[in-house]
């Protein structure tokens, strides 16, 4: 019989039990389940809810029944539906009847709530410490880096020379921007939701404030309805998540294009490529792609549980029961690719020759002449056009700007005099750029230090 069975006069039809079950994936709270549990049953004691006695049984019989978990040996049915059932029946077969004390002042409602802002909780922390991995990573590589330049692009075209350092500094930025929301929303993760019953609260002189700081929370939700309604802390959650994705696949994909042969700007370590079934030559750059390919199933996750809470009316309903699978999802696809990025990031080698020669045969350096041209007092319009005509010239004779004569320089303007070697020269272009968060070696080293105190402070 099921622990709800009392009013009902048919057994369940076996495709409802199998639809409507969440065992196949919510086993994935089971820690959290018991945890919670725990704090509930001696609170109920504290309060003399139940008696000591009872509250020591149920607690052994918990961890026994999380051992079980653990270990596999427990049976965990579709008929009980859910982790919550499951445990509390597995529960009342280790101690027999005082086990459905346990439930006293509760619902599956408030319980669920509680364990995905448990689990959550501690994803967070994970996804945090991984952040940060990566962003040392990339440190790393950038301070090995310091004197490599390379074209920076945009539109994809060479745009101006940049310090590979100061490429590789942009993402340790934007994913310590991640990294800071994900830390804020833990504010809003971590509240208890325990004691809001099903939905409007319990009869029972419960603490909520106890079972609150049993288990480390920051405080006590403040409504019931909202308490067991809400999921915005998992949309939160996976909207951090979105934005972490969506800036690894950013990096993975010029881990991609700057490990063909086309760019050849980098190669990643063999340990993190694969090879092909039918190209011997072939190295594959597998996991960059991976996830870049992931970021699909991040977002939908994100847009899926939106549209799922919708147009729910309060409080609990079914259909949040939909809110588990794209979280584990999330939280597992995200962890399985910073595990990776780490390492992929600090054994990949920087083929600073090919990146330099990208730069010097190239016209990267031409907004410096511009700006050359500038500090001889002519209007940055006007030197522009001048620039212009002097790639086109340029262009049609085959020839880099560091290759014009003096002379073919004056055709274009009196005021070009031989210091202009020196000013198109990449270190003396990328060093021009010496304002505060440009690429001039001076600056990406100032971006080093704010690195190193951010990762001191989070
Ligand atoms: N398995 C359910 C879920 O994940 C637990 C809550 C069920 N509550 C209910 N009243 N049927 O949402």
Known sequence: MKLWGGRFTKPTNELVDEYGSSIGYDYKLAKFDIQGSIAHVNMLAECEIIDSEDKDQIVKGLKEVAAQIESGEAELTVANEDIHMN??????????????????????????????????????????????????????????????????YT?????????????????VFMFQRDLERLTDSY????????????????????????????????????????SVSDRDFVVEFLSDASLIIMH????????????????????????FCTGSSMMPQKKNPDIPELVRGKTGRVFGHL???????????????????EDKEGMFDTVETLIGALKLFAPMIETMTVHQDVMYEAVAKDYSNAT??????????IPFRESHAIVGQVVLYGIEHDKYLMDFTLDEFQQFSESITD??????????????????????????????????EMFNTS
């Open 87 to 152: 445990i509390e029946k597995l529960l009342i077969d280790q101690i027999g009847p005082v086990g459905g004390k346990l439930h006293t002042g509760r619902s599956r409602n408030d319980q669920v709530a509680l364990d995905m802002r448990l689990y959550l909780r501690e994803a967070v922390v994970t996804l945090t410490d991984l952040l940060l991995n990566t962003q040392q990573a990339l440190l790393k590589q950038a301070k090995e880096n310091i004197d490599t330049i390379l074209p920076g």
């Open 155 to 171: 539109h994809l075209q060479r745009a101006q020379p940049v310090l590979f350092a100061h490429h590789l500094m942009a993402y």
């Open 187 to 226: 504010k809003r993760i971590n509240r208890s939701p325990l004691g809001a019953g099903a939905l409007a609260g319990t009869s029972f002189a419960i603490d909520r404030e106890s079972v609150s700081e049993r288990l480390g929370f920051d405080g006590v939700t403040e409504n019931s309805l909202d």
């Open 248 to 271: 690894l696949s950013r990096l993975s994909e010029e881990l991609v294009q700057y490990s063909s042969a086309e760019f050849n700007f980098i190669e990643l370590d063999d340990a």
């Open 303 to 321: 847009t899926g549980m939106l549209t799922t809470l919708k147009g729910l009316p309060l409080a609990y309903n079914k259909d949040m029961q």
């Open 368 to 377: 410096d002449l511009a700006d050359y041209l500038v500090g001889k007092d």
């Open 419 to 452: 210091d202009i070697y020196h000013a198109l020269s990449p270190s003396a272009v990328v060093n021009a750029r010496d304002v505060e968060g440009g690429t001039a070696k001076v600056r990406v080293e100032e971006q080093f230090m704010k690195a190193s």
